[in-house]
């Protein structure tokens, strides 16, 4: 069974930082890219970042570039996502999810095989 657990959501203020992580077992993470996903109050998903399986190719957002980075560690079937200078903006649940073969970056939650339960973030003053 896959299961994908994110943590590390919290309440911080403008400006502030997070770093949210993602526990994925059931499946060879390392053999795969992995993306970080967000839903925004009222919104649609929107891709965030995506690494590929060896964690040396990335790309993100125009939104959150130079802001947030994406890592991630295979020995401990672990993904990341430090997240910098946030802004209201970035309130979201989060979601780790695994892209299915040929998809890079997408905001088509059928373009996922996998998500977590998602974790929430909270920028306000």
């Known amino acids: 069974q896959v299961q994908l657990v994110e943590s590390g959501g919290a309440l911080v203020q403008p400006g502030g930082s997070l770093r949210l992580s993602c526990a994925a077992s059931g499946f060879t993470f390392s053999s795969y890219a992995m993306s970080w996903v967000r839903q925004a109050p009222g919104k649609g998903i929107e891709w965030v970042s995506i690494?590929?399986?060896?964690?040396?190719?990335?790309s993100y957002a125009n939104s959150v570039k130079g802001r947030f980075t994406i890592s991630r560690d295979n020995a401990k079937n672990t993904l990341y996502l430090q997240m910098n200078s946030l802004k209201p903006e970035d309130t979201a649940v989060y979601y780790c999810a695994k892209p299915k073969e040929g998809v890079w970056s997408s905001s088509d939650r059928n373009k996922y095989d996998y998500w977590g339960q998602g974790t929430q973030v909270t920028v306000s003053s």
């Open positions: 690494t590929n399986s060896g964690g040396n190719t990335i």
